[in-house]
C-alpha cells in the first residue's frame, strides 16, 4: 500500500483550481488552506495515506487517535467563480519517492474532477522580514507568471523545496498550469502574519471573499494539530524524535 | 516479495477481535501476545514475511534457523465471548515504509476474517514507574475512549510510535473501531508487570478468563527468542550490529 | 508513480545510437550531450520523471519552474550515417534502486526505437590533468573495446561510477554493444575542454561533423541550468542542501 | 525492474540442490562456489540483476565492462547423486529489501527446476582461528542439522548475516530443506583454506568427488573479479567508495 485513496464523495467542478496546503516553513500553506476550508465551508471528498508518512499515531486531548495524512476538499463558488480543491494535510511525506508518488496522486484525483490550474503556497525562510513580507512566486508558464507578477509578487530566485516546488514542476509536465506563492518568514509558527499575505494574493486571484478576521483561531487550530503531529519543533528535536521511533527497539 | 503472506487455514470467526503483540518498548504487547496464544490455545493460522525485516537468520540453541516474521493465530471463543486474531512476532518493520505495508496486510487478513474491533498494545517509557503502572489509552471514536477510560486507563499524550500507533490510526481510516492500551515502563525487557497489567485491561474488556499465574514462563521464553533475534540490546548495541551487518562486505 | 515516460513523438530511426550526456563529473557528459543536440538540432521525443529525483523544482531567472528531468532527444543523420538517441538531463537519481530503474526504462525506450548500439560519457576524476587529457574507454565486448581503443583511447581501470557506467553494464546484459568514454579532469565544473575531447572521440566514431567553436557558449547555458538545480556545489554544500530539503520540517 | 531475470535454459534436473555462493566474510562461499563450477563444469542457465545492487560498471583489463550480477549455473550428477544448482555473483544486495528480494527470486527459479534443499556458505569471522578452522551449521529441520551436526560441524551460535542466513530462513518458509555451513575465518581473504573445508563437507554430504588442488586457482581469480568489483577493502575504505559514488554530483 504505498497510497491509500479513498474518494467519499464525487463533486461535478466548474474548472477547479487546486490549492496545495501542507505543512511547511513557516506553516503558511498549512493555516491559509485550514482558513480557507473553515471560511468556505469546503467539503472533503477525499483521504490518502501514505506508506512514506511517519510510522506513528497522534493523540488528541480527549484520548482519539489519528494517523498522518492528506485531505481533499471542495468549495463550490457562490458567485461565477472557479470551484476550488483545496489539499490539506497534517504532514508532507518522509522520503522524496513518496513526495513524487503523494504529488502524482493528488494530481492524478484533481484531473480527475477537472483541475487545470494549481496554487501551491510557501514560506520562504529568511533571517530577517520586513514589515510587510516580500512576497515571490514562481510559474509553470511566461502568462501565469505574468499574471503572478501583476499580483505584487516578485520572481522567485532558487529552488522552491518539498510539495510546494513538486506540485508547480510535476504539474507543468502533465500541461497543467499554475503558480506557487511564497511569503517572506522568519520560519516562527505559525506564521499568521505570512499566511494573511499568501491569503491575500490568492483571493486576489481568483476573486474570492475570504474574511480574514479569525485568522487567529485558524492559527491556533493549527498549532495544536502540528504539536499534536510533532511538527513544531526544530531539526535537533527532530533528530531526537527519530531516536524515540527507534523505542520499540530497546 | 515485498510482503510474502501464507494463510493454512481460513477459519470461521465470530465478529473476532485483532490484538496486536509484537516486539516493542518493554516487550509488553509480545508478552501478552504469547501469553494469550498459550493460555488460550490459540492456533496460527498465518504467517507474513516482509522484506522490509532484518536480512539474517537467528539460531536457536539446537541448531535451528529462524527468519524474522509475523504470524497470526486465532482463538474461539469457549463462552459466547467474541473470537480473538492474535498478531505475534519477533520483529517490526525496519522501516516507515514497511511499517505501513505490514498493518495493511495484516488489516487486509483480519478484515477477510471478519474483524472490526482491534486492540494494539505498547509500553510507555517513562524514567520512573510507580508501584501500579499508569495504563494509557487512545481510540479510534469517542464511544471506545469511553469504554477504555471505564477500565481504569488515562488518556493517553503524545504519539504512539510503531505498530501499536499505526494500527489504531490505519484502522480507524478503514472504518474499525479500537484502541491502544499502553503501560507505563522502565523499558527494562521482557517487563512481565507491565504486561500483566495489559493483560488484566484486555481480559476486563473482552471478557477472557487468562490464568496469568505462569505469565513469567512466558516472559522467559520472549527473552530466550527476543535475545536470539538481537532486540534485546541498547540502541548503541544496535548501532554495532547494524554494524556487522556489512560483515559480508568486510 | 516510480517513472513517468511521455513520448511525444514516435520517429522513425535508422540504427540510432544511444548517446548519454546526464550530469556528472566535470560535467563532461552534460556539456557534449547538450552540444550535440544544439548543434545537430536534435528534437526532443521523450521526457521521463522519476520520483527518485530531488523533490523541488528549480526557478529561472524569468520566474519559470521546472523540475529534475531526463530527456530524449533524436537527430536524423544527414548522411548515411546513423541516427542518434541523445540522452540528456539535469539530474541523476538520488538512489542506486532509481539509477537503475532510469537506465532500464531509457534502454526500454532507445530498443523500441531500434537501438543497438551505446555510448556513455563521463569525467575521470584527476588531481592533475595534462595539457592533452588523457580518455579512457571501457566497452561491452571485444570487438568494441578495440574500436575504442583504435580512436586513440586508453583501457579504464576501475570502476565507472553512476549512469555512464551502469549505462553499459546494463546494456551488455541486455545483448546491446558499446562503449563509455572517460576523460581525465580536474572535476572544475564545466569542464569544456574535456568535453571537447569527449566529443571528438565520439564525432570520430560516429562520423560527424559537429562544429565545436560554440562550445563554450553550451557550457555557459549548462552552467546556468547547473546552478539552478544546485548542482555545481560540492559535497559539503550538498550536505547543507540536504539539510534545506527539511526545512520544511523546521 | 526492482529484479531482471533472464532465463537462458530450461534444464531438466534431478531433485537439485541449490548451493549459495555470494561474496561475503572471508569469502568462504565465493571461492566454494566458483571452483565447484569450475571444476564439475557447470553451465550458466540465468542471471538476475537487481536495481539493489550498486550503480556502476567494473572494468576488467582488457576493458571489459561489468555489472554487479547473481548467476545461476547448473551441474547434472555424473553418477547417481542429485544434480547441482550453483548460485554464484559477485555482490550481494545494498538493502535488506533488496537482499529478501533476491532471495526470493532465486528460489522462485529453483523451486521451479525441482529443488527442494538448499546449503548454504558463509565464513564466521573470529579474532584468531585455529589451524582446523571449526565449522558450524544451522538447519531448517531436526532431520537436517542432525545430518550436519554428523559431518563434524558444532551448532551455530548467533546470527547468519545476509544471504548466507537468509537463503535458510526463508527457504524454511516455503517448506524447503536445508543448512548453513559456517567456517571460522579471519575474514582475510580470500580464505582459501576456509573455502577447503567449506567444500569438504559439502562433498561430504552431497558425495561429490571434487579435486581441490586448483583451489589456490580458483582463489586467484576472485581476488581478481572481487578488486575490480571493490570487495576486497576494509569498511572504512567502503565509506570512501561510497562518497566516490556521490562524485557525479560534484
Redesign the interface.
Known amino acids: 500500500?504505498?497510497c491509500?485513496i479513498?474518494i467519499y464523495e464525487k463533486p461535478q467542478l466548474n474548472n477547479p483550481v487546486l490549492i496545495e496546503g501542507?505543512?511547511?516553513?513557516?506553516f503558511v500553506a498549512n493555516i491559509a488552506a485550514l482558513h480557507l476550508i473553515n471560511e468556505l465551508k469546503a467539503k472533503r471528498f477525499a483521504?490518502i495515506?501514505?506508506?512514506?508518512?511517519?510510522?506513528?499515531?497522534?493523540?488528541t486531548?480527549?484520548?482519539?487517535?489519528?494517523?498522518?495524512?492528506s485531505e481533499l476538499y471542495y468549495c463550490k463558488s457562490k458567485d461565477d467563480n472557479r470551484d476550488l480543491i483545496i489539499w490539506y494535510g497534517n504532514t508532507?511525506a518522509?522520503?522524496?519517492?513518496?513526495?513524487?508518488?503523494l504529488v502524482?496522486k493528488v494530481l492524478d484525483i484533481a484531473q480527475e474532477f477537472g483541475c487545470r490550474f494549481m496554487i501551491s503556497i510557501g514560506g520562504y525562510?529568511k533571517d530577517e522580514v520586513t514589515p510587510i513580507p516580500a512576497i515571490y512566486?514562481?510559474?509553470?508558464?511566461?502568462k501565469t507568471?505574468k499574471e503572478?507578477?501583476d499580483l505584487g509578487t516578485k520572481?522567485?530566485?532558487?529552488?522552491?523545496?518539498?510539495?510546494a516546488?513538486?506540485l508547480?514542476?510535476?504539474g507543468?509536465?502533465r500541461n497543467l498550469n499554475g503558480?506557487?506563492v511564497l511569503v517572506d518568514t522568519l520560519?516562527m509558527?505559525p506564521d499568521v502574519k505570512a499566511a494573511r499575505y499568501a491569503l491575500a494574493i490568492i483571493s486576489k486571484y481568483l476573486g474570492l471573499n475570504v474574511d480574514l478576521s479569525r485568522l487567529d483561531v485558524t492559527a491556533d487550530r493549527i498549532k495544536i494539530e502540528l504539536e499534536a503531529f510533532?511538527?513544531?519543533?526544530?531539526?535537533a528535536e527532530?533528530k531526537k524524535r527519530e531516536?524515540?521511533?527507534?523505542?520499540?527497539?530497546?
Chains 1, 2, 3, 4 share one sequence.
Not at 495515506?49 to 493523540?59: E, I, N
Not at 518522509?94 to 508518488?101: A, D, S
Not at 531516536?243 to 530497546?250: L, P
Request: glycine letters at 14%; charged letters at 15%; a negative charge.
Open positions: 500500500m504505498p491509500t479513498e501542507l505543512p511547511g516553513i513557516g483521504e495515506v501514505s506508506s512514506s508518512f511517519q510510522d506513528f499515531a497522534a493523540t486531548e480527549t484520548g482519539g487517535a489519528r494517523s498522518p495524512i508532507q518522509l522520503t522524496t519517492f513518496g513526495q513524487y508518488e502524482g525562510k512566486s514562481a510559474a509553470t508558464d511566461q507568471i503572478a507578477l520572481v522567485m530566485v532558487g529552488h522552491i523545496f518539498g510539495i516546488g513538486l508547480i514542476g510535476l507543468r509536465l503558480f506557487a520560519g509558527y510533532g511538527l513544531i519543533k526544530d531539526v527532530e531516536k524515540q521511533q527507534m523505542r520499540w527497539f530497546i
